[in-house]
C-alpha cells in the first residue's frame, strides 16, 4: 500500500508544479488568444508557402520527364487535360510510370506533339566530291575548257 500511496503523492505534485500561476514565468507573461491566433496565422503561412514551393517543385520534376519526349512539356497538361495529382503515387512522389503512360496515350494521339530532332543536317561545308564529270568546277572555268 505504501507504493500506491507514494505514486498518488507523485502526482498530485506533478500537477501542481506544472500548474502555470505558480511558475514565476508564467505571472511575467500573459499568454492572450490573440497571441495564439497569432502564432497560428504565422504556421499557416509558412505552412502555404511551403506547399507552393513543393507543388511547383513537382510540376518541374513531371515536366522535367516530359521535356524527353514532348516538344512542349506543358502538353502533357494543357492538351493532355493532366492533372498534377494524376500523375502522383500514393505517396505523393512523382510516379515515373504514370508519366510515362500519360506521355505515350497523348503522343498516341496527336504524334506531332514529339520532340523534334534538332541537328542542322548538311549545311554545305566541307569538300565535295562531283559524280558528274560534265559538271563545271572552278578548275575547269579557270583553265579553260580543253575537251
Wanted: net charge negative; charged share 30%.
Amino acid at each position: 500500500m505504501d507504493t500506491t500511496e507514494n505514486i498518488h503523492d507523485q502526482d498530485e505534485h506533478n500537477k501542481t508544479a506544472a500548474t502555470p500561476a505558480e511558475s514565476p514565468a508564467a505571472e511575467d507573461e500573459q499568454i492572450t488568444p490573440d497571441d495564439h491566433h497569432q502564432a497560428l496565422e504565422e504556421a499557416h503561412s509558412r505552412l502555404e508557402a511551403a506547399q507552393k514551393r513543393i507543388d511547383t517543385m513537382v510540376l518541374r520534376e513531371i515536366e522535367h520527364q516530359a521535356r524527353q519526349r514532348l516538344d512542349v512539356p506543358s502538353d502533357l497538361f494543357d492538351l493532355g487535360k493532366h492533372q498534377v495529382a494524376d500523375l502522383l503515387g500514393e505517396n505523393g512522389d512523382v510516379d515515373a510510370e504514370r508519366v510515362t503512360a500519360a506521355i505515350d496515350a497523348l503522343l498516341k494521339s496527336r504524334p506531332n506533339l514529339a520532340v523534334r530532332p534538332t541537328g542542322w543536317g548538311d549545311v554545305g561545308g566541307g569538300p565535295r566530291s562531283s559524280t558528274n564529270s560534265d559538271t563545271p568546277d572552278w578548275n575547269t572555268a579557270l583553265r579553260g575548257h580543253q575537251g
